[in-house]
């Protein structure tokens, strides 16, 4: 008798704490709640730019030929010396024409001395123009079509990163580079005035594809698609009881990686919500929210997907504030 009251007591305990502990872990369990914010419709000037990383080289650098066989007389330049284009370099003992520099620059390279018989198309020197520099960077293949030559661009250099440089586009390569099934174009950008930067340097340039003055603009994430539509949602008026935001269709213009351009639909000063950031109150864990109808939002044509790893679309706005 006394076994059976005591089975019955320890199982009465075991019962109770796991009551007790279901009940208070459930107490403290808080409930995941659903942050959303909101943007506000912004105008000023919009600038789209595509990004490309490359070095830096020189737009003039040529090797200098003898064009003739003959005993070399007298050398007239030194490595390293700075000549200008139509300069007498070599001249010949039987009075052939002298050689001259083909190009203005610095003698990088001398491969002839006094005495020396020379051979027709004989590489003798190399002339390279350190005043006039350019920079060839990579484009992927989705951002290719929106480069033209004449655009400008601004440069920046590993060795000087608190300096901005000028250039503009001057050749876009014809035929791409695949490489892991993903194409890049060889695009020349000319450095308008290289001051400090020298050959072989690492670069990074932002080619300006698009601008617009007075444009109104939202944060790129604020527009939903559903098919050929595009969309935001508008918070609703304090006091509205059967909805917390209403659906506007919207018509956008430009875009790059952070903003996106709208024609119709919105006006500035206007309010428009962004994707809920779901926040577990227990663990304070963040994931992204669903848009409505349980669609994120949608990609824009044009816009760089990041395969390439190394370009990107960069931006700028210029009206005294940033997103919200």
Known sequence: MKKWIITIVILALIIGGGSWFFFHSKQNELPVQAATSTATVQKGKLDVKVSGSGSV??????????TSMAEVDEVLVAKNDTVKKGDELVTFTDGSDAIVAPITGTITTLDVTSGDKTTNGQVVAHITNYKKLETTIKIDELDISSIKTGQSA?????????????????????????????????????????????????????????????????????????????????????????????????????????????????????????????????????????????????NFPGMNQGNSGNMKRGFSTENGGGRP
């Open 154 to 298: 601004e440069i920046t250099a590993s060795a000087f990163p608190d300096e901005t440089f000028k250039g503009e586009v001057t050749d876009i390569a014809k035929e791409g580079e695949a490489t892991n099934g993903v194409s890049t174009f060889d695009v020349t950008v000319k450095i308008n005035d290289p001051k400090k930067l020298k050959v072989g340097m690492s670069t990074e340039a932002n080619i300006l594809t698009a601008s617009k003055n007075d444009a109104l603009y939202i944060p790129v994430e604020a527009v939903h698609t559903n098919g050929k539509q595009k969309f935001v949602l508008v918070p609703q008026a304090a006091g509205q009881e059967k909805a917390t935001s209403s659906r506007v269709e919207v018509k956008t213009g430009i875009h790059n990686d952070t903003y996106i351009e709208i024609t119709n639909g919105l006006k500035e000063g206007d309010q428009v919500e962004l994707p809920a950031i779901v926040k577990n109150s227990s663990n304070n864990n963040f994931m992204p929210g669903m848009g409505e109808g349980g669609m994120m939002r949608g």
């Open 57 to 66: 080289s020189a737009t003039n650098s040529e090797d200098v030929k003898a």
